[in-house]
């Protein structure tokens, strides 16, 4: 554009007019030569001419796992789909009319992609299946195969040796070939090992086979292939069915949701399925808070098996634990390294206190030489609990209650708001820079807290108003939705089984065992008590069992939430990153199972605190939008997408050569994983248009 004005803006002479007319000739001639679809390996749309593809994805289920596992992976991709459960009675039956009609255009497909739970499930008529392969036929629309048995129906062998193999896949790597690449699958840069928490338990199954060989009707291309045992041939585990114009993704392994080895391959199943071009979006989150900085945090006992000042009975007494200023070198080092930054949650008195006793803080200065090179975020200045008045006659403690009406007595708005307002001034006093909206309180406190207090303190929403608090923390694994607390919406922080009260690896490993272990090994019993959310576990050994066991499985749960587009926190403490500083093997641990795998166009990214809070925001909004709030399809190469009213917020992905207007026109949205998105404001009478490549 920049060139294109500075054309205008100058007398060109008839012979320069001329020489700039066939260059333009030659760079249209060249442009138009190029197939668009070779510059980002997205797939040609294959609709025809004058038909309408609407953007939304058709689930039929029967409620096993893998087709249930791509139903969440749609939701958390925030792709929109119609689902019909194969149970219900009341279904509707799936005919010509339910699946396509007609528009101002033409012919219209109410679906852009199918998902069933095999190639032909038992709950689905053979009229179904008909009225299904015609539609498919008909506009191009690909079908997902959730789980399948390789036959030559599906263009594979018998899964028997030479040609194939069947049983338990745990430590299976599969790997995706030239073909899946171009595919969807571009994001895995390494092969997929298929999960195996449990030796001595079959945790997966499924089966490999090689494609038959292709006929003037049918071929077979494989996506994903595995080492078949026994043999120095590989097998298909993903690949596509292609029989005419019709094309099925036929998977030949059972999965959940909760492996790893799908969430790494789920995405990948939704780009295939709608060529790279639906209405969702999808990042790969990682942000870790560090609570507590400049203040203490008390020693877990190993001979008491508690905590003094909170649940020792005995008089047991402890070194409290806090940060050096070695511990900042340490870290400055590490996030240096890794390019992952801890944000620093702290309360400020804690390096008041120190310097009053000490003369100074060396921690505060250590920070300070750094140039306060983390983001931080107010953590309160004493640490108070700031919802009812704990009284601890009692272990564990409950709320005091006013002996003339025996109502709860809360913690006043004033108190709230001097633990909000002096930590501000703290930070301000030393130059940290923080924002003063984000507030996360003590232990999540004044929020409630089960058993104890199952309401808010009634006076923190005033108090977050009073201090211009917009975002407030909470802890995800009692309050995990997003909600309004008076003007702050809520951020759920993920916990990390790296205590607060741990230094040590022998700490660690000492109060895991205590929580996690039966009374008969020695332990607290809660996971005998509480079966439905703890799972009992045999003593791990003092010395090995972090390494061993905690790090691999806190791993593997972080990692998780990466996957699943989670854009919510992940919380330890300053104790964490002091002695035998046992949160960066964690960390370690999340980045080797994450970047061994995943391509640098999915770099992991670390959203701000409020940046989280907006993008969980945004989620709700949208899948709280009201059906009919707006259109989204594909016409000619091109994707619209209108609101019927008022302005409407919609995550869109596209291949990588889509853009905004044709010929030069601006490139759409971000690049991520082999593919562009953003979220979109669509406001009414004025719809988004974007030329597809191909």
Same mark, same amino acid.
């Given at each position: 554009?920049?060139?294109?004005? &500075?054309?205008?803006?100058?007398?060109?002479?008839?012979?320069?007019?001329?020489?700039?007319?066939?260059?333009?000739?030659?760079?249209?001639?060249?442009?138009?030569?190029?197939?668009?679809?070779?510059?980002?390996?997205?797939?040609?749309?294959?609709?025809?001419?004058?038909?309408?593809?609407?953007?939304?994805?058709?689930?039929?289920?029967?409620?096993?796992?893998?087709?249930?596992?791509?139903?969440?992976?749609?939701?958390?991709?925030?792709?929109?789909?119609?689902?019909?459960?194969?149970?219900?009675?009341?279904?509707?039956?799936?005919?010509?009319?339910?699946?396509?009609?007609? &528009?101002?255009?033409?012919?219209?497909?109410?679906?852009?992609?199918?998902?069933?739970?095999?190639?032909?499930?038992?709950?689905?008529?053979?009229?179904?299946?008909?009225?299904?392969?015609?539609?498919?036929?008909?506009?191009?629309?690909?079908?997902?195969?959730?789980?399948?048995?390789?036959?030559?129906?599906?263009?594979l062998s018998a899964p028997v040796a030479p040609d194939g193999w069947g049983g338990t896949l745990d430590g299976l790597?599969?790997?995706?070939?030239?073909?899946?690449?171009?595919?969807?699958?571009?994001?895995?840069?390494?092969?997929?090992?298929?999960?195996?928490?449990?030796?001595?338990?079959?945790?997966?199954?499924?089966?490999?086979?090689?494609?038959?060989?292709?006929?003037?009707?049918?071929?077979?291309?494989?996506?994903?292939?595995?080492?078949?045992?026994?043999?120095?041939?590989?097998?298909?585990?993903?690949?596509?069915?292609?029989?005419? &114009?019709?094309?099925?993704?036929?998977?030949?392994?059972?999965?959940?949701?909760?492996?790893?080895?799908?969430?790494?391959?789920?995405?990948?199943? *939704?780009?295939?399925?709608?060529?790279?071009?639906?209405?969702?979006?999808?990042?790969?989150?990682?942000?870790?808070?560090?609570?507590?900085?400049?203040?203490?945090?008390?020693?877990?006992? *190993?001979?008491?098996?508690?905590?003094?000042?909170?649940?020792?009975?005995?008089?047991?007494?402890?070194?409290?634990?806090?940060?050096?200023?070695?511990?900042?070198?340490?870290?400055?080092?590490?996030?240096?390294?890794?390019?992952?930054?801890?944000?620093?949650? !702290?309360?400020?008195?804690?390096?008041?206190?120190?310097?009053?006793?000490?003369?100074?803080?060396?921690?505060?200065?250590?920070?300070?030489?750094?140039?306060?090179?983390?983001?931080?975020?107010?953590?309160?200045?004493?640490?108070?609990?700031?919802?009812?008045?704990?009284?601890?006659?009692? $272990?564990?403690?409950?709320?005091?209650?006013?002996?003339?009406?025996?109502?709860?007595?809360?913690?006043?708005?004033?108190?709230?708001?001097?633990?909000v307002s002096q930590n501000i001034d703290f930070a301000r006093a030393n130059r940290i820079p923080m924002d003063a909206?984000?507030?996360?309180?003590?232990?999540?406190?004044?929020?409630?807290?089960?058993?104890?207090?199952?309401?808010?303190?009634?006076?923190?929403?005033?108090?977050?108003?009073?201090?211009?608090?917009?975002?407030?923390?909470?802890?995800?694994?009692?309050?995990?939705?997003?909600?309004?607390?008076?003007?702050?919406?809520?951020?759920?922080?993920?916990?990390?089984? $790296?205590? !607060?009260?741990?230094?040590?690896?022998?700490?660690?490993?000492?109060?895991?065992?205590?929580?996690?272990?039966?009374?008969?090994?020695?332990?607290?019993?809660?996971?005998?008590?509480?079966?439905?959310?703890?799972?009992?576990? &045999?003593?791990?050994?003092?010395?090995?069992?972090?390494?061993?066991?905690?790090?691999?499985?806190?791993?593997?749960?972080?990692?998780?939430?990466?996957?699943?587009?989670?854009?919510?926190?992940? !919380?330890?403490?300053?104790?964490?990153?002091?002695?035998?500083?046992?949160?960066?093997?964690?960390?370690?641990? *999340?980045?080797?199972?994450?970047?061994?795998?995943?391509?640098?166009?999915?770099?992991?990214?670390?959203?701000?605190?409020?940046?989280?809070?907006?993008?969980?925001?945004?989620?709700?909004?949208?899948?709280?939008?009201?059906?009919?709030?707006?259109?989204?399809?594909?016409?000619?190469?091109?994707?619209? $997408?209108?609101?019927?009213?008022?302005?409407?917020?919609?995550? *869109?992905?596209?291949?990588?050569?889509?853009?905004?207007?044709?010929?030069?026109?601006?490139?759409?949205?971000?690049?991520?994983?082999?593919?562009?998105?953003?979220?979109?404001?669509?406001?009414?009478?004025?719809?988004?248009?974007?030329?597809?490549?191909?």
């Amino acid at each position: 554009m920049r060139l294109a004005s &500075a054309l205008r803006r100058r007398a060109l002479g008839p012979l320069r007019r001329a020489a700039f007319r066939r260059f333009a000739y030659t760079l249209v001639a060249v442009l138009l030569a190029v197939p668009l679809a070779t510059i980002d390996q997205a797939p040609a749309r294959a609709a025809a001419a004058g038909q309408r593809i609407d953007l939304r994805v058709l689930l039929v289920s029967d409620g096993s796992p893998t087709v249930e596992a791509i139903a969440r992976e749609l939701t958390q991709e925030h792709v929109p789909y119609a689902e019909v459960r194969l149970d219900n009675p009341s279904r509707p039956v799936i005919t010509s009319s339910f699946l396509a009609g007609t &528009a101002p255009t033409g012919p219209r497909a109410y679906y852009q992609a199918v998902v069933l739970p095999n190639a032909a499930p038992a709950g689905m008529t053979a009229a179904e299946l008909e009225a299904l392969a015609a539609f498919e036929t008909t506009f191009g629309v690909r079908q997902v195969n959730a789980y399948v048995y390789p036959n030559a129906s599906v263009g594979l062998s018998a899964p028997v040796a030479p040609d194939g193999w069947g049983g338990t896949l745990d430590g299976l790597r599969v790997a995706t070939t030239s073909a899946g690449r171009s595919a969807g699958f571009s994001y895995l840069a390494a092969p997929v090992a298929f999960e195996d928490i449990d030796p001595t338990v079959g945790e997966s199954f499924g089966y490999l086979a090689k494609p038959l060989p292709s006929t003037a009707t049918q071929s077979f291309t494989t996506l994903i292939d595995g080492p078949i045992p026994g043999t120095s041939a590989r097998g298909s585990l993903i690949g596509v069915l292609k029989q005419g &114009a019709r094309e099925q993704l036929v998977l030949t392994a059972a999965m959940n949701a909760s492996q790893s080895h799908f969430q790494f391959l789920a995405h990948g199943l *939704i780009t295939w399925a709608t060529r790279g071009v639906h209405l969702g979006y999808d990042r790969n989150y990682f942000s870790v808070h560090v609570d507590d900085v400049f203040a203490y945090d008390s020693r877990w006992s *190993i001979t008491g098996r508690c905590t003094p000042g909170e649940d020792c009975r005995n008089g047991e007494v402890t070194a409290d634990i806090r940060m050096q200023s070695s511990d900042v070198d340490a870290l400055m080092s590490y996030q240096n390294a890794n390019m992952v930054k801890p944000v620093m949650v !702290f309360n400020g008195n804690g390096s008041v206190e120190y310097a009053a006793t000490h003369g100074s803080d060396p921690l505060l200065s250590k920070f300070r030489s750094y140039g306060w090179a983390q983001p931080w975020i107010n953590h309160t200045y004493n640490h108070d609990y700031l919802g009812c008045i704990q009284a601890f006659e009692v $272990v564990p403690w409950r709320c005091a209650s006013d002996p003339g009406t025996g109502e709860t007595v809360w913690r006043s708005q004033s108190d709230i708001q001097s633990e909000v307002s002096q930590n501000i001034d703290f930070a301000r006093a030393n130059r940290i820079p923080m924002d003063a909206t984000e507030l996360v309180t003590g232990e999540h406190s004044g929020l409630f807290l089960l058993p104890q207090q199952p309401t808010d303190n009634p006076n923190l929403a005033p108090a977050l108003a009073a201090t211009g608090i917009r975002f407030l923390g909470s802890d995800n694994s009692r309050d995990p939705e997003p909600r309004q607390v008076g003007p702050a919406g809520t951020v759920p922080r993920h916990p990390m089984s $790296v205590f !607060f009260n741990a230094a040590t690896r022998a700490e660690e490993v000492s109060e895991y065992n205590w929580l996690y272990t039966s009374r008969e090994d020695g332990g607290s019993g809660l996971c005998s008590d509480n079966p439905a959310t703890m799972t009992c576990i &045999a003593p791990l050994d003092p010395a090995t069992g972090f390494e061993s066991y905690i790090v691999p499985l806190e791993g593997r749960i972080d990692l998780m939430h990466i996957l699943n587009n989670d854009p919510r926190p992940h !919380f330890a403490h300053q104790s964490n990153l002091t002695e035998d500083r046992i949160l960066y093997p964690v960390l370690d641990e *999340i980045l080797r199972r994450y970047r061994s795998v995943m391509s640098s166009t999915a770099p992991l990214v670390q959203p701000t605190f409020k940046g989280a809070g907006q993008v969980l925001a945004r989620d709700r909004a949208w899948s709280d939008l009201p059906q009919g709030s707006f259109s989204a399809y594909t016409l000619n190469g091109w994707l619209t $997408v209108e609101a019927s009213a008022g302005t409407v917020n919609v995550p *869109i992905t596209v291949p990588l050569s889509t853009r905004v207007s044709w010929f030069l026109g601006t490139l759409f949205g971000e690049r991520y994983a082999g593919e562009r998105s953003a979220w979109a404001s669509i406001r009414a009478g004025r719809p988004l248009h974007l030329l597809l490549p191909g």
